[in-house]
């Protein structure tokens, strides 16, 4: 079947309309009817929305549309047997054989190595509070975790560059490198994050030569693009002081990005407990560090993109860990009551803490076995109450 049968026949079995189908991958009807047509093919972050969309494995679908492409440039051109038996060597790595079905496992199975990994970490958590810190490489952990079993992630990514203690989750010498391997982690948390979650992405940049990189949208522009996320908000951290810095030439930097991104537009989204915390803000500015404009009414308006909230310095040497605001805000708007709660760059651990305050599950990674202890000792367990 092809690839536009295909998503004719899902839209049939869903009852959906190709106008519904073209306003939620954010195309006109007729460009979506040339879809199912095969007359052109949508992106690759069309597909994965529309995988979402119909309740199908989106894998499959991406496949099937990779395939569709290949068809498409050989399917009447008279060598398409041959170059279809050559794409199938290319893929393998050998020779292409018409081989029983138990056979090509067997030959599966010698040149796969690597052992199944076992996705079960959620289910290990139970309904402890207490923050569950791995010590390791996030990519390599989050394949442990459970498909769509998380509710929020909020993280700051190694920044690149300027970290260079050793002890950094990511170790890309280049630019392209760490895009490359930042995403690797992004398609994890695609995976493992609910219809309805949010992943929150904290972001500096970097500037070389006196220009400034451009990291953060490099970023995000490819989980977009690629990974199907949607973008709701960028906010911009204003972080009021930064080291000194001695450049003639250009504006001192005093603020990063916190993307809000989603996989689904029905996401959850507490906006009565977020104005009501940015009230509670307001009048608690002194032990908050945070400056954020309260409006009329009990609750506040609704909140801007642009947070004003100190850095916050830490006991070790060239770390700063995230301001509790920078993290409390997010999950108090879309993290659910009983809630799941992932960090995948957790250093100290301020994520998981804030999340064992408001009474959610978290887990917490790093690859710092040290900042593990750290964020462990952190943690003290609550009272248990008789009543």
């Known amino acids: 079947m092809l690839f536009s049968d295909k998503i004719r026949q899902l839209r049939l079995e869903s009852g959906k309309r190709q106008k519904d189908l073209a306003k939620a991958i954010g195309v006109d009807v007729p460009a979506y009817s040339r879809y199912e047509h095969g007359e052109r093919r949508p992106k690759r972050n069309q597909v994965l929305r529309l995988a979402r969309i119909f309740k199908t494995d989106p894998d499959e679908l991406v496949a099937m549309w990779l395939a569709d492409e ?15 038996t050559l794409l199938q060597e290319m893929l393998s790595g050998e020779e292409a054989v018409d081989a029983p079905a138990s056979e090509a496992q067997d030959t599966a199975a010698q040149h796969d190595d690597k052992p199944a990994v076992a996705r079960n970490m959620v289910t290990k958590l139970g309904r402890s509070l207490m923050p569950h810190y791995v010590a390791g490489d996030a990519a390599t952990v989050m394949a442990t975790i459970e498909d769509e079993s998380i509710d929020c992630i909020v993280t700051t990514p190694p920044y690149w560059r300027r970290r260079t203690q050793g002890t950094e989750s990511i170790t890309a010498t280049t630019k392209e490198e760490f895009v490359a391997e930042l995403l690797q982690t992004m398609a994890q948390a695609w995976r493992v994050l609910k219809p309805k979650g949010s992943l929150w992405l904290n972001m500096g940049d970097d500037t070389t030569d006196g220009f400034v990189q451009g990291i953060p949208w490099r970023v995000l522009l490819q989980m977009m693009d690629a990974q199907g996320w ?45 104005r009501r915390t940015f009230a509670l803000i307001q009048r608690n500015d002194d032990k908050s560090h945070a400056r954020i404009p309260r409006g009329k009414g009990h609750q506040g308006q609704i909140p801007s993109d642009v947070w004003t909230i100190g850095v916050q310095r830490s006991g070790i040497a060239h770390y700063c860990v995230a301001p509790d605001m920078l993290y409390r805000l997010p999950l108090v708007a879309t993290c659910p009551h009983g809630g799941i709660v992932l960090d995948p760059y957790c250093g100290t651990g301020t994520a998981c803490k804030i999340a064992y305050e408001m009474n959610l599950r978290s887990i917490g990674i790093d690859i710092n076995p040290d900042y593990i202890k750290k964020a462990v000792a952190s943690t003290e367990a609550k009272p248990l109450s008789l009543f």
């Open 70 to 84: 290949a068809y498409s440039h050989i399917a009447n051109d008279k060598m398409a047997t041959r170059a279809a």
């Open 230 to 274: 949607r973008l709701v908000n960028e906010v911009v951290w204003n972080k009021t002081t930064t080291s000194p810095q001695g450049s003639q030439d250009h504006l001192r930097k005093v603020h990063e990005f916190m993307f809000h991104m989603v996989k689904d537009e029905d996401f959850y989204y507490n906006d009565e407990e977020l």
